[in-house]
């Protein structure tokens, strides 16, 4: 017989592997958090609040273009920096919506309470998903054709300006991204993303658009005029 020279599995060395880039996953999510909150004071003080129908389209292709950025250069010394500049202009898109929030008296209130119910919310996903049984992958296909449908539904709205739709996307998107979050945070939990940088700009996506969502609706429903 001939002796194989197949290395025996090691499950001990595989979950060390995911818990690290879990761990990593969420170090450099807390980083990201730094320039996109530079980006969105500098959005405020310099007035790039302006954008409004083609301008915020272009703003969503540089958007996407950076993205494939950070795609492109994630298993280079350049991802972390790319992804950081990503965040930086992310932060830069969130002016129109803080702009108009610190429109209100209570404006503070309502940023501070829309970065808890964020922080609320990756908790439990991320808690939910690092200790339920149940697997979440079959959500996926779901998930996309939802956030497709939410996109179209978000550009037709620039232009019609419905109320009524602008409302219901919001709370599509936060139902929508909660359920995203709950799935990419398991997916690296069992190992489906082995790539902290491409894991934490999953992550990153999600919880931008819930605490945008959130706090948009808190303004809607709480926020004050003098």
Request: charge should be positive; hydrophobic fraction near 55%; glycine fraction near 10%.
């Amino acid at each position: 017989m001939i002796p194989s020279i197949q290395r025996p599995y090691d499950a001990t060395g595989v979950r060390t592997a995911r818990h690290r880039v879990l761990r990593n996953t969420y170090w450099l999510l807390a980083l990201s958090m730094i320039p996109t909150v530079l980006g969105a004071v500098v959005g405020v003080q310099f007035g790039f609040h302006a954008l409004r129908g083609i301008g915020l389209l272009v703003a969503f292709a540089i958007a996407f273009g950076l993205i494939f950025a950070v795609e492109k250069t994630k298993n280079s010394a350049a991802g972390v920096p790319v992804l950081l500049g990503f965040t930086f202009f992310m932060g830069l898109l969130l002016t129109p919506v803080l702009s108009r929030t610190l429109g209100y008296s209570n404006g503070p209130a309502l940023i501070m309470g829309a970065f808890g119910g964020t922080a609320v919310v990756f908790a439990a996903m991320a808690t939910i998903a690092t200790v339920s049984k149940r697997d979440f992958s079959g959500m996926g296909s779901w998930l996309f054709a939802g956030t497709i449908v939410l996109l179209l539904a978000s550009v037709v709205n620039i232009w019609l300006q419905l109320p009524a739709l602008y409302l219901a996307t919001l709370v599509l998107c936060v139902g929508i991204f909660t359920a995203w979050l709950l799935f990419d945070v398991q997916r690296i939990v069992n190992g489906g993303e082995t790539n902290y940088i491409t894991a934490t700009l999953s992550v990153y996506l999600d919880v931008y658009n819930i605490f945008s969502a959130l706090l948009q609706l808190l303004g809607i429903g709480f926020g004050q005029r003098d």
